[in-house]
């Protein structure tokens, strides 16, 4: 059984930064690929930066070159290092890893519990 938990959200100001944080814990044998999503009150989730092993990172227009997805194998754990943080990016984010829990098992998408971003203006 893989779990998922999400810190590091809060309310910062405007030109601030956080970090957050995604620990999967549990049966892992890999974990193939990661994404991070938010999803504003009144909004559609979207996708705001993923990553496959050993493949491309992407990230959308509207955070590209201020959040950085990065990921430390030995803890499991991924990140989302945001800078320069607006108004707009207020949101519920949440994590979404696609792991695979055994040799020749399928992979699985998991996802985190959601952690609160407030940016004031």
């Known amino acids: 059984q893989v779990q998922l938990v999400e810190s590091g959200g809060g309310l910062v100001q405007a030109g601030g930064s956080l970090r957050l944080s995604c620990a999967a814990s549990?049966?892992?044998?890999?974990?193939?690929?990661m994404g991070w999503y938010r999803q504003a009150p009144g909004k559609q989730r979207e996708l705001i930066a993923d990553?496959?092993?050993?493949?491309?990172?992407n990230y959308a227009n509207s955070v590209k070159g201020r959040f950085t997805i990065s990921r430390d194998n030995a803890k499991n754990t991924v990140y989302l290092q945001m800078n320069s943080l607006k108004p707009e990016d207020t949101a519920v984010y949440y994590c979404?890893?696609?792991?695979?829990?055994?040799?020749?098992?399928?992979?699985?998408?998991?996802w985190g519990q959601g952690t609160q971003v407030t940016v004031s203006s």
């Open positions: 990553s496959i092993s050993g493949g491309s990172t």
């Open positions: 979404n890893l696609r792991i695979v829990v055994a040799a020749r098992s399928f992979p699985y998408d998991y």
């Open positions: 549990g049966s892992i044998f890999s974990i193939n690929a």
